[in-house]
């Protein structure tokens, strides 16, 4: 099992972000990547991590800070992932993030429930079980290509000088597993990488050179919202981008890049071109934390 997945430098990419048990917006994305196989059979699509661990409320219980209201369905979201892979083979990926890291060995998510990794398996049936496990295990950590484009779950904010660093990562964290975000963050590579919300542009810088052989190009990344969809920081070596969770769904971008054009900054990523709307016929909604009332 690879920690790096190598991506070619050649046909279209799309990437979506933190699910987190949405099936309506899994099922969007999926759309839009079938639209796009139609016009480049060539296509890949990553989601980049939190495929679940959803909300489970009621809409008059909804914090407006989640997005628009859904009802947590991870196991149909897994469900989904599999049928779509098993349509498209070689041409749809997921890699790891802090969520799925919890049932293989990571610490154990809070948000929603006490324990969701608990809350989560007693969902599902033995067999759905360990084909769960068996899944999260074989999750790359990193998807590279050529073309100037790295995919993170979290903020790239780990030195780095190799991807042999990466392979030689273990998922199961030693025991007593860290109780504190800072003991997290402190676990080495793998903390950062599922954790971080920020990441100096010199980290950034060197971790693109260590895995492209150069520092151009830019890291995607989601794990921190972004309400309005998407973040390109000023340097141009990240970008912050929220599909679904945490967002209205007039805010909620993917990324849509061709893979034979050499990426050397984010900045030259485009509103409704490379940075798209999961619902381009959504009605405008007010962004929270900024204009929300």
């Known amino acids: 099992m690879s920690k790096v997945l190598r991506l070619p430098a050649h046909g279209r990419l799309l990437v979506c972000t933190d699910l987190q048990g949405n099936l309506g917006d899994f099922e969007a994305m999926a759309a839009h990547f079938r639209r796009a196989v139609a016009e480049d059979p060539d296509t890949h699509v990553v989601f980049s991590g939190d495929l679940v661990h959803g909300p489970q409320r009621a809409p008059e219980d909804w914090d407006p ?22 349509e498209h ?10 969520h799925e890291h919890g049932h293989v060995g990571g610490v154990h998510t809070a948000k929603f429930h006490d324990d969701e990794v608990a809350a989560l398996e007693r969902r599902m049936s033995g067999a759905l079980l360990r084909r769960f496990w068996a899944f999260c295990a074989g999750l790359p950590l990193v998807a590279v290509s050529p073309s100037g484009v790295v995919v993170t779950h979290a903020a790239p904010a780990t030195p780095l000088t190799g991807p042999e660093e990466l392979e030689a990562v273990d998922y199961k964290v030693p025991w007593p597993l860290p109780r504190t975000l800072p003991e997290v963050l402190a676990l080495p590579i793998l903390g950062p990488l599922l954790w971080a919300r920020t990441c100096p542009p010199s980290l950034a810088r060197g971790f693109l050179a260590a895995l492209l052989g150069r520092p151009d190009g830019f890291v995607v990344h989601g794990h921190d919202i972004v309400h309005e969809g998407y973040e390109v920081s000023a340097e141009g070596a990240l970008v912050r981008l929220s599909t679904s969770f945490g967002c209205f769904d007039a805010h909620k971008r993917y990324l849509d890049v061709s893979l034979s054009h050499r990426w050397t900054s984010a900045t030259e990523l485009r509103e409704d ?3 798209r709307a999961l619902y381009p016929d959504a009605p405008p909604h007010p962004v929270w934390g900024r204009d929300y009332v």
Request: no cysteine.
């Open 273 to 275: 071109h490379e940075l």
């Open 65 to 86: 800070w989640l997005g628009d209201w859904y009802e947590d369905d991870s196991i149909g979201v897994f469900e989904a992932f599999l049928r779509l892979a098993e």
């Open 89 to 98: 083979p070689g041409r749809v990926h997921a890699l790891l993030g802090n």
